[in-house]
């Protein structure tokens, strides 16, 4: 079987390797998509200084039990949590999960890849599926990353909400958003090179799509003068500006990562003064999985939507590469096995 390395930025390496044998609690997957998410980009242009393997929003086909697994048999469909819970922690015990540091990591543990033919994975962390094909149910992993999201900012009927940043997390919020009956949602990205997934923000029930490049956000004549619930999936920076343009009592959920600098400032008394809340979202554990793969089979988040391209393992680079040079036409992409 073959496992793509990471070798060095936007290089790899797909190695032959022996057919691994479950061990207890295990189960042995024929992986059949894993789609492309921006932690992969990330490793593959930062952290490529070692051989590292990746990729954790799969779907696959259980082929063999390991010792104690019993709950699925071979030829069942399933999603893998990229992290779960523990079951037996304080947190877990007193009906947090989501409060859980205890769990099984898929992403941490670098032996770990869904771009591979096969792998090895922990069965407490395997959710089944039907009524989807493999590339749509992997996108269960990122849904409920913008599940977090939108539950974290707490979207309500008739909310004014701005989505920052528009990947594909940010375009299921805004989804997600449109479905709980927000008034108004405005997309807010900072140019206008995406132009597959403006066009998807605008589809899924956008107001309208500020371009930071062009207009501060903080100038948008909103008609209320703001918005009350952000979600945010940018880099921190953006963080003072979308303070700006709240109401009073607003809510601001937050997911963004700069490797290089997380430091921001800013005005403490107007956050006081306009008693904002400002809230992180981090889907460690990843919960909501059955929710998620509903809400994909209803359409309410259509996989057919965000799914742009399709790759086979073998050509890897190239796709990554592609997302790196032109994201004009890339929503997300998908290695499937063909
Ligand atoms: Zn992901
Ligand atoms: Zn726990």
Redesign the pocket.
């Known amino acids: 079987m073959r496992v793509v390395y990471v070798k060095a930025p936007f290089n790899f390496e797909i190695r032959e390797v022996k057919m691994p044998e479950p061990g207890e609690n295990q189960v042995l997957l024929d992986v059949r998509a894993c789609a492309v998410c921006g932690t992969d980009m990330h490793t593959v242009a930062t952290d490529a200084d070692y051989f590292q393997s990746f990729g954790h929003e799969i779907a696959g086909v259980v082929v063999k039990n390991g010792p104690g697994c019993h709950r699925f048999k071979e030829g069942d469909k399933v999603i893998i949590e990229s992290g779960t819970?523990?079951?037996?922690?304080?947190?877990?015990?007193n009906g947090r999960?989501d409060?859980?540091?205890?769990?099984i990591s898929i992403i941490d543990d670098v032996e770990i890849s869904g771009y591979a033919d096969y792998m090895l994975v922990p069965e407490q962390a395997m959710v089944p599926f039907d009524g989807l094909d493999f590339k749509e149910a992997a996108l269960a992993e990122p849904l409920g990353v913008a599940m977090d999201l939108f539950y974290t900012t707490g979207i309500e009927l008739n909310d004014d909400v701005a989505v920052i940043g528009l990947g594909p997390i940010g375009l299921m919020a805004i989804a997600l958003a449109k479905a709980a009956g927000a008034r108004n949602i405005y997309a807010i990205q900072r140019n206008r090179k995406s132009k597959a997934r403006i066009e998807l923000a605008k589809k899924l029930g956008a107001t309208d799509v500020i371009y930071t490049s062009e207009m501060k956000m903080e100038h948008y004549p909103f008609p209320r003068g703001g918005v009350n619930k952000i979600m945010i999936t940018a880099a921190p920076t953006v963080i003072p500006d979308a303070m700006k343009i709240t109401l009073y009592g607003s809510v601001i959920g937050f997911l963004g990562i700069d490797n290089q600098n997380g430091m921001i400032s800013f005005d403490a008394n107007e956050f006081h003064f306009k008693k904002l809340q400002l809230r992180g979202s981090y889907a460690v554990?990843a919960l909501w999985f059955p929710r998620a793969l509903e809400l994909l089979k209803s359409k309410v988040v259509d996989p057919k939507d965000f799914i742009t391209q399709e790759f086979p393992l073998e050509k890897i680079e190239e796709y990554f590469c592609k997302q790196r040079d032109d994201i004009s036409d890339v929503i997300k992409m998908v290695m499937v096995k063909m």
């Open positions: 819970f523990c079951h037996t922690c304080d947190n877990c015990r999960v409060l859980c540091t205890n769990g554990p």
